[in-house]
């Protein structure tokens, strides 16, 4: 039994780190701090900070190279929450489909670029009234990152990303920096 188990581990430790090199399937969460939304509309801008936000990714990285690795993911954000001058609350969600060229300086260390595009909603939320408005409409975002990811295809990455959408004539950028896990099997 402890021999099977032995060559169990062996073996799942030996294919996540050849998916790793190879490319393959990826799941992840990052957790979204220091981000900033701004609303423009008819020449009037305000902007403050979001609370804290989470993004779920998932993907497959194609490895044309040993590297260089093209990612294609589906990724949620939740934007967090906005007060402005404490009168107006605002938060979004958005869900993108990404692609992301990875360059690897070795096996484990990389860099990469993000762009997407996808659907963004934003709700405002008048305080004082209670009144309320949600709408959504088409998104970009662009974004970096670096990573390591260890060879039990674990792996830890920073960035930061940036988000816009025209959402009945307010114009919506959401931007700032990114921190997650991410597991490749």
Not at 26 to 55: K, M, R
Not at 86 to 106: E, H, R
Request: charged share 15%.
């Amino acid at each position: 039994m402890i021999k099977l188990t032995k060559a169990s581990l062996a073996l799942s430790m030996l294919f996540a780190s050849t998916a790793n090199a190879t490319g393959g399937a990826y799941i992840g969460v990052d957790f979204a701090f220091a981000n900033d939304t701004e609303l423009q509309f008819d020449g009037i801008s305000i902007s403050d900070s979001n609370d804290p936000g989470i993004n779920l990714v998932g993907g497959y990285a194609f490895a044309p190279s040993e590297n260089f690795k093209i990612g294609v993911e589906a990724e949620f954000r939740t934007m967090g929450d906005v007060t402005y001058l404490g009168v107006l609350k605002s938060s979004g969600s958005a869900f993108y489909l990404n692609a992301k060229p990875m360059f690897f300086f070795n096996k484990n260390i990389y860099i990469a670029g993000l762009l997407g595009m996808g659907q963004m909603e934003l709700e405002v939320k008048d305080i004082e009234s209670g009144v309320s408005a949600s709408e959504s409409d088409t998104s970009f975002q662009i974004g970096a990152e670096g990573g390591y990811v260890f060879d039990n295809g674990l792996g830890l990455n920073v960035g930061y990303r940036s988000a816009s959408a025209d959402i009945d004539g307010i114009e919506v950028t959401t931007n700032g920096f990114f921190a997650g896990l991410r597991y490749n099997f």
